[in-house]
């Protein structure tokens, strides 16, 4: 199956020779399930239905392109309205596909879940497309009264409760991130008064609580809302990191460092999975620090840099012992001996190597077999593929491989692009690589729930803002797949990000993700002069583990692309990256 695209393109060609017209038809049909875009496959798909001739062949062609494109469904069933309305808006026609949105949510005929997605969907134009948070959350308060319309459902009751909850506590955060904290403070009260409520769900709102007095400085009342949800019994994972992190930490922030280090220990003895206790290890070694164990610290420092060298906290673990980064040892591996890959390689066959090698990777069972088929996947430029079969060894064996795999897991593909932007705005190839890394994974054509595209992951509207000063011709969104436009659209955003916060990197990256209003917030009421502590304040969870992974890829690059060993850079959280 690897090799039937080029098949494909072959007997396409052939019948263009010919003029057969229903085997062209035929053949794009197929080839637009190949193509990595989705814009590119109903591209095909319309070009196909163009050429077909037999009506048996067009009626099929035309059933396949309203799977790829539900919007070309002339007369769309109930249960199809909610795929066309997404389709709508992927083509970015907004306005059709809210319209279609809330009249699905407010039909009285659609199911519960029917209702939620809806109106999620409309929520989250509001936010992502508009820009405006604040009808954001008043969409949410919509879809709250809606859900009012299931509680006296039997068949329903427990779904009707869930969302309930979760869409509650979601409106009482929004009303906390437009600073009107008494307001979410009365929402919350209401769901702890509430009989129908979990454990679960209680230790939520007292988490959630406990967050926002934490914001104000006002530790007592956190810790007292912290410890209510510890003592619930909570059997969402996530939650309970949140909830035992949150009550450790701010013990550690009000410098009850005794009774934190205890909460640290604590906690590291109910959580399972190894990464998850990075976190509080580090910060129980720095919290033994403050006691004055020093030997407790150091030996877990140690064993942070040791087994998590590639890791923030195993950096961070670094940097705090004042000990260099080695320069990364060159990769010496056995390649298997895959005469078809090997051949793909040497006739420089990329698309079909690439398609060979997703074909073989789900086959190789041990951590032997991966390592030895790792290197191929830059030679097809499959970067992403390269990463999802590395981190599926053991996370116990890939720590051993970690070192020698540098320039496969932190690669740098589009190179001589990267460096002509580097040089073009004066900022480090390294950090461009950062970014890129977290953003798309080397993936030129996707695109996220956010509507960013690329391998920057920028959206129209911040391309069309940029485009002159950037140097690029920029028409439409699907430019942004070009990896020359997003480079250089996106080093010059990262650019003006570092002269607007004049070179703080917390702040630039963090703004690179969330708003720059609320970047600027959080430096107002959260940051006391230690930058480690201001990342793990950062109080939206995706903003705060993306300026440390950003942080983490910026290190393992520098060291990837070094020829000599360097310390953890002196004052680096305001030193402007460049090479």
């Known amino acids: 199956p690897w090799a039937k695209e080029d098949f494909l393109m072959a007997a396409l060609q052939r019948s263009r020779e010919f003029g057969l017209r229903d085997h062209q038809a035929k053949f794009l049909g197929e080839l637009a399930f190949y193509q990595d875009i989705r814009e590119d496959q109903v591209k095909y798909m319309l070009k196909a239905l163009e050429l077909a001739e037999d009506q048996g062949l067009k009626d099929k062609l035309f059933e396949k392109l309203t799977v790829l494109s539900p919007k070309y469904i002339k007369e769309p069933k109930p249960e199809q309205l909610f795929d066309v309305a997404r389709d709508y808006e992927r083509y970015r026609e907004f306005e059709k596909a809210t319209g279609m949105f809330r009249a699905i949510g407010q039909d009285t005929s659609s199911s519960i879940d029917e209702v939620v997605k809806a109106y999620e969907r409309l929520a989250m134009s509001w936010k992502v497309q508009k820009r405006d948070n604040v009808k954001y959350r008043m969409i949410l308060e919509e879809l709250l009264v809606q859900l009012n319309l299931f509680q006296d459902k039997e068949d329903v009751k427990d779904k009707y409760l869930k969302y309930f909850f979760e869409y509650k506590t979601l409106i009482a955060r929004r009303y906390w991130t437009e600073n009107n904290r008494s307001k979410a403070h009365k929402i919350l009260d209401e769901i702890l008064a509430d009989e129908r409520a979990t454990q679960t769900q209680l230790a939520h709102a007292y988490w959630l609580k406990g967050e926002i007095h934490s914001e104000l400085n006002h530790f007592k009342k956190s810790i007292e809302n912290y410890k209510s949800a510890f003592e619930k019994e909570i059997d969402d994972n996530d939650l309970f990191l949140k909830v035992s992190w ?7 922030l009000q410098k009850q460092y005794d009774d934190s280090a205890k909460a640290f220990e604590n906690a590291i003895t109910r959580i399972k999975d190894p990464i998850d206790q990075l976190r509080y290890k580090f910060w129980l070694a720095r919290t033994y620090g403050k006691i004055k164990q020093k030997t407790k610290s150091r030996e877990i420092y140690m064993d942070l840099l040791t087994h998590s060298p590639q890791h923030y906290y195993g950096i961070m673990a670094r940097s705090e012992m004042g000990i260099e980064f080695p320069v990364a040892p060159e990769l010496k591996n056995k390649l298997a001996e895959d005469y078809t890959i090997m051949w793909l390689k040497a006739l420089t066959e990329k698309q079909m190597g690439k398609s060979y090698l997703e074909n073989k990777t789900p086959v190789l069972k041990n951590t032997e077999e991966k390592i030895s088929y790792l290197p191929y996947f830059s030679t097809v430029d499959w970067y992403e593929g390269a990463l999802k079969l590395y981190f599926s060894i053991p996370s116990d064996e890939r720590y051993k491989l970690a070192d020698s795999y540098l320039p496969i897991v932190f690669p740098s593909p589009f190179r001589d692009l990267v460096k002509k932007a580097s040089r ?21 054509e996707v695109r996220s729930w956010a509507d960013a595209f690329g391998l920057l992951q920028l959206t129209p509207e911040r391309a069309e803002q940029l485009k002159t000063r950037a140097g690029v011709r920029y028409k439409t969104y699907t430019d942004l797949y070009d990896p020359q436009t997003n480079i250089y659209l996106g080093a010059r955003l990262l650019k003006d990000l570092q ?19 609320a970047i600027m917030h959080w430096k107002k009421t959260r940051f006391n002069g230690d930058h480690l502590e201001f990342i793990e304040r950062i109080p939206y969870d995706e903003t705060r583990k993306y300026v440390k992974l950003v942080l983490r890829n910026y290190i393992n690059y520098k060291r990837s692309l070094s020829n000599k060993p360097f310390m953890f850079p002196k004052n680096f959280f305001y030193t402007r990256l460049t090479d």
């Open 424 to 444: 073009k705005f004066k900022i480090s190839s390294s950090f461009i690589y950062s970014i890129m890394r977290q953003e798309s994974a080397f993936d030129p």
């Open 246 to 252: 949150a009550y450790a930490w701010t013990l550690y």
């Open 499 to 517: 002269i607007q916060f004049k070179n703080r990197f917390i702040e630039y990256v963090g703004s690179y993700n969330a708003s720059e209003k």
